[in-house]
Each structure stands twice: as structure tokens, then as C-alpha cells.
């Protein structure tokens, strides 16, 4: 797979996690009183796991055994 075909399939799984994550942070938050609110440091935390391991997909894929 060619660096231009690897940074397409890139920029697509990022857009779709942003959205995600728009999505659901846009989500109203259920009226829990003064507890805090945790939604959305969950997604926020979800994110960035999911655009790390996209980015170790992307730029360190395995090399050897091909």
C-alpha cells in the first residue's frame, strides 16, 4: 500500500472519530443535580486512545515479512 493511499485511509478515520466525537459530545448530558459531569472527559479520553493507535497504524506499520 502506497504512502498516498495510507494518509487517505488516515484522514478518513480521523474525520470519523472527530465526528464521533462530536456527536456524542454534542449529546445533552442527563440532569444529574452538582455531580460532575464526566461524559464528556470519557469521549475526550476515548479520542485520543483511538487517534493514537490510528496514528501507530499509520506510520509504523509492520515492515518486516513483507
Known sequence: MGL???LGRFF???SLILIG???VIS???PDTGDVVRAKNA???LVSVI???VLLFDTFFYDRYGQ
Request: glycine share 12%; no cysteine; proline share 6%.
Open 12 to 14: 478518513v478515520r480521523l
Open 42 to 44: 470519557i469521549v475526550a
Open 4 to 6: 498516498r493511499q495510507r
Open 50 to 52: 483511538l487517534i493514537g
Open 27 to 29: 449529546l445533552p448530558d
Open 21 to 23: 466525537a462530536g456527536v
